[in-house]
């Protein structure tokens, strides 16, 4: 859908950056999302089979297998993944989309505010994902370490990025918006059609 619209090396540069982050960040919440929800993971599993019991498990806050943890931190880090995925869907869309790109550009402060709030979505996120960390025995009795270790790195770097997009936001908006209309992309006036 993109084509060669692009003007400059700082909007190029400014797009792809913006393009590649908004699809990793969309990559790691599906991840986090997947790892949390499937039962076959043993992170969240209402009916875990452990030494002939069946057992209402999450492995946040779980200092042994038979307690079982804290059922709300389980729910957080779904919700957590699942509202980022849904906000940056629609930060990737509107930079895909080229019809779309004129409109992320021109309000560039309500990009920079839905960036704002995911980075400190993602930093609230990381902070209980670790805090929450279950304890060796439990992650050794379940196999859940590189689990864990996954979901608690997706969202630092979910953070990170996110940090990051909200300077992508800002130089966009203030610098190359103010130099083009839209952000960078020339308007397409048809005269390339034959």
Not at 168 to 188: A, E, H, I, Y
Request: hydrophobic share 50%.
């Amino acid at each position: 859908m993109v084509d060669t619209k692009l003007q400059d090396g700082a909007s190029a540069a400014l797009w792809t950056c913006r393009f590649f982050l908004y699809i990793v960040i969309l990559a790691f919440s599906a991840t986090i999302v997947g790892l949390d929800g499937r039962k076959g993971d043993n992170i969240w599993n209402d009916a875990l089979n452990y030494k002939g019991k069946i057992i209402d498990f999450c492995a946040y806050s779980a200092s042994s297998v038979v307690e079982g943890g804290d059922h709300g931190a389980c729910k957080y880090v779904m919700a957590l993944a699942s509202i980022s995925l849904i906000l940056v869907f629609f930060l990737w869309l509107f930079t895909f989309v080229d019809a779309l790109y004129p409109v992320l550009t021109k309000f560039w402060f309500v990009e920079l505010g839905v960036n704002v709030f995911q980075t400190l979505w993602w930093l609230i996120g990381a902070i209980v994902v670790t805090v929450k960390r279950p304890s060796s025995s439990v992650m050794d009795a379940l196999s859940l370490t590189k689990d864990i270790n996954t979901i608690e790195g997706l969202s630092w770097i979910n953070f990170a990025f996110s940090l990051f997009l909200c300077g992508v936001s800002v130089v966009d908006g203030l610098l190359v918006g103010d130099r083009t209309s839209s952000s960078g992309k020339q308007q397409n006036t048809g005269s390339n059609n034959a």
